[in-house]
């Protein structure tokens, strides 16, 4: 993606710590095309799902049908069945129908009807979402926001990228020839390299007391969960995996903590500026990092 390795790279690195992706930014920026091409460039299954206020929880899980001749219930897998899955303007669709992806999300399984289903290995959700449209839209709440590892900004691009993107363009569409580069087995070969990269002790009360400021700041109406503590420090191994090291430094934490934990606190509408942005609990988390001292 034209100048923007630094967003490619957490998307990577979400990926390699068995996380889901949350792509924010305003329309046409290229979310949905940064989340399929990822999707494409790996030797997985794909699905995209088309987030709309009519979407039912069994348009995405699937459904129980009863098959007359052989007197049993079948279940017909949805297209949360999948190594890769899209999840187009998540936000567009109602609470009830985001609830289903929550414990997909979290353990990689859902249950319907009694019974559990286990989803595909590697499993990972990238979705995409504008924040400044509300017509039409449903915001997730922390409880969904929580499941994702990272919160991204696409941004726009610099003048120079641009230009080539506009050279580049051709009359035919958009649609960029990807061939897939890793296979499923071989990402989820990755992800076990990623989970041994060391996290000494000292790194982990950097994160442990990261955490505290946010939980007990008066900036802070929630802080970051032990879910978020977590996931902290996977992003972390990932990142210092991706820069070829098999340890973590508190450089590392601080590249991933805005993405990783931002969106998971609520700042007090004390510190509020502007309640209409999510901008907000990045500078406060920018501020955090700047109080917190660095292990040394």
Same mark, same amino acid.
């Given at each position: ?29 290229? =979310? ?15 699905? &995209? ?16 049908? +009863? ?46 009807? &009694? ?35 990272? @919160? ?26 990807? *061939? ?5 087995? *071989? ?17 982990? *009360? +950097? ?7 946010? @939980? ?10 032990? &879910? ?10 990932? +990142? ?13 934490? =601080? =590249? ?41």
């Amino acid at each position: 993606m034209r100048g923007k390795s630094d967003v490619v790279d957490m998307c990577l690195v979400a990926l390699l710590g068995r996380g889901h992706v949350l792509l924010e930014d305003v329309p046409g920026v290229g =979310k949905t095309t940064l989340a399929s091409l990822i999707a494409r460039s790996i030797q997985c299954s794909f699905q &995209r799902i088309q987030f709309t206020s009519d979407l039912l929880p069994s348009d995405i899980l699937g459904v129980t049908i +009863y098959d007359a001749e052989k007197k049993v219930f079948d279940f017909h897998q949805g297209p949360l069945f999948a190594n890769v899955v899209l999840a187009d303007e998540i936000n567009r669709t109602t609470p009830k129908t985001q609830s289903a992806l929550l414990e997909a999300m979290n353990s990689g399984r859902v249950s319907i009807d &009694r019974q559990s289903h286990v989803l595909p290995a590697p499993f990972i959700v990238i979705a995409t979402q504008n924040p400044i449209e509300f017509h039409g839209t449903f915001p997730l709440p922390k409880s969904q926001m929580d499941r994702f590892m990272v @919160r991204l900004r696409v941004g726009y691009p610099a003048r120079e990228a641009e230009m080539q993107i506009l050279r580049e363009q051709k009359l035919t569409g958009s649609d960029h020839p990807v *061939e897939a580069v890793i296979t499923g087995g *071989e990402v989820g070969k990755l992800q076990d390299l990623a989970a041994a990269v060391t996290v000494d002790d000292d790194i982990l *009360e +950097y994160i442990t007391r990261l955490a505290e400021a946010t @939980r007990t700041g008066s900036e802070f109406e929630l802080g970051i969960s032990t &879910r978020g503590t977590l996931a902290l420090r996977r992003c972390a191994q990932g +990142y210092a995996m991706l820069n070829g090291r098999n340890f973590v430094t508190p450089d590392d934490v =601080k =590249k991933v903590a805005i993405q990783t934990i931002a969106h998971r606190v609520v700042v007090a509408r004390t510190f509020e500026s502007n309640g209409l942005s999510s901008s907000e609990d990045e500078a406060a988390i920018a501020r955090v990092l700047e109080s917190v001292p660095v292990p040394v």
